[in-house]
Structures are given as C-alpha cells and as structure tokens.
C-alpha cells in the first residue's frame, strides 16, 4: 500500500516584531520580514507544486492559519501550529497525521529545494529517521517513517541550543531498539546578519 508523503513547512506569520529578530537588529524589522517573506515563498511555492508530496503550512500564531499571506497553491493545505513550546507543536502534528512517513523543514533555507526533500523521503524507506544537521547543532530537516509510530520525540528538547539533534536523537533511541538514522549534509539557515550577507554571495556566484 503506497502511503501519502507528508511535508510539514513550519512557518510564522510575517509580521514586523515577531520573525527574525537577530536579523532585524541589523536590518531593521521592516527589511526583516521582507527577507523572511522572500525566503517562505522561495520553501513553499515550488515544494507545494511537487505531486510526490503532500505539503503542509503549519503557521503560528493559529489566528493566522488560514491567511495565505500570498503563499499559496492549488495542494498547500494549512495547519495551525497550536500551543505549547516547539517540541509540543511538532509532537501535536506528527501524531495527528494521516499515516505515512513525515517530513519537517522550516521556511528560513535558501539551500532547500525539491531534490533535497526528495532524497530525504527516499532515505525513509530505509530509514526509520532522517536528520539534516546544521551547523548550530540544531537541524533544518527531521523526518520519520512512522512505522512504528514514534511518539513523545520531540519532548525534553533544548531547543535552539548546540544540543538540540543530540536531544532528539537521544528520543530516537529511547523509543526504537537500534533505530536506523540517516544523516544529511550540513546546511545552515538564515538567522543574522552574517549568515544573511553569506547566502547572498553565494547566491551571486551561481
């Protein structure tokens, strides 16, 4: 039986004080949520098109779900994030999910493209996890096979903290025997300044 792929893109509503805070120190809360709106529609547009997935908006503050904030598509379906910390609204929708393997990104990778999210559901029918790691020790990609149904993974996790894939894998391992993890290639996301200046050159040298 072929199961649904699900892609979950994480996302906050684009509003001057609430996305980019570090960037915004530089640039200014308006230039802030430009770049974070340039960087979501770059995510959510070309992954909601793709007919091997289906893509999910998961958008937080909830009031907000259902604004499309011009990201939109005939298959994106949208999801409110709910309450709680980060690791409470990823372990709401990764349990409520039809079945089929699931795959988490955010919105602020200028590297994530198709053929990446691609490879990582390919990596799960070998794979009971997948992680793409990042540089802060965090990562910009989680996935599961969900067969078995992982539950509670994402709970005790230092979030936004040099142990954060250490946590979750740590989470892995306490709910499957040996559990088979495939791990990525390193990217980083766009949270300052620096890492900002850094994807335009490299964007530029293209």
């Known amino acids: 039986m072929n199961l649904t792929q699900h892609l979950v893109i994480f996302a906050k509503a684009p509003r001057l004080g609430t996305v980019k805070s570090r960037l915004a120190a530089d640039v200014g809360e308006v230039e802030a949520v ?6 979501a529609e770059q995510t959510i547009r070309p992954l909601s098109r793709d007919a091997r997935w289906q893509t999910y908006l998961a958008l937080t503050p909830d009031k907000d779900a259902l604004n499309g904030f011009g990201w939109s598509s005939p298959k994106l379906a949208r999801l409110p994030q709910g309450r709680g910390d980060l690791g409470d609204r990823l372990g709401r929708i990764h349990h409520d999910l039809a079945p089929g393997p699931v ?4 919105t602020d990778l200028p590297d994530i493209n198709n ?6 559901f390919k ?3 070998n794979y009971d996890a997948v992680i793409g790691p990042a540089g802060d020790g965090g990562y910009w990609l989680i996935g599961f096979k969900r067969r078995p149904r992982i539950l509670d993974v994402f709970n005790n ?3 936004s903290s040099s142990h954060t894939m250490k946590d979750t894998i740590r989470n892995i391992e306490a709910k499957i025997h040996q559990p ?3 791990l ?5 996301d766009i949270d300052d300044i620096a890492s900002y200046q850094k994807a335009q050159n490299k964007r530029l040298r293209k």
């Open 115 to 120: 053929e990446r999210v691609a490879r990582a």
């Open 103 to 106: 795959i988490f990104i955010g």
């Open 184 to 188: 990525l290639e390193q990217l980083n």
């Open 180 to 182: 088979r993890i495939k």
């Open 123 to 125: 990596a799960l029918g």
């Open 157 to 159: 996790i230092r979030w």
């Open 34 to 39: 430009r770049i974070y709106r340039q960087l």
